[in-house]
C-alpha cells in the first residue's frame, strides 16, 4: 500500500505491467485524472482547492510497484 498525505493507493503489477487496484482519497481530498492501467506506467492525484499530490507507479525488474509522489 502507498500512503501519501492526500490518500492511499493499492497498486499490483503482472507481465511487466502496472494496475491501480484501488484508491482512496484522504479526508477533504477527491480522486482526478485517474490512470489505473494495465499500463507501463499508472497514475492517479489526489487534490482538494489548494493541495494536489501526484502518485506514479511503475513496476520494477523484480515486478514489485515502484511509486513516485509529486506534491
Known amino acids: 500500500m502507498i500512503t501519501t498525505v ?3 493507493v493499492i497498486a499490483r503489477c503482472e507481465n511487466g505491467l502496472v494496475t491501480l487496484r484501488s484508491w482512496s482519497p484522504a479526508q ?11 499500463a507501463q506506467r499508472a497514475r492517479v492525484e489526489f487534490e482538494t482547492e489548494e493541495d494536489e499530490v501526484k502518485v506514479e507507479v511503475h513496476c520494477a525488474a523484480d515486478g514489485s510497484p ?5 506534491t
Open 6 to 8: 492526500g490518500g492511499k
Open 28 to 38: 477533504g481530498f477527491q480522486a482526478d485524472d485517474v490512470e489505473r492501467g494495465p
Open 66 to 70: 515502484v511509486h513516485r509522489v509529486q
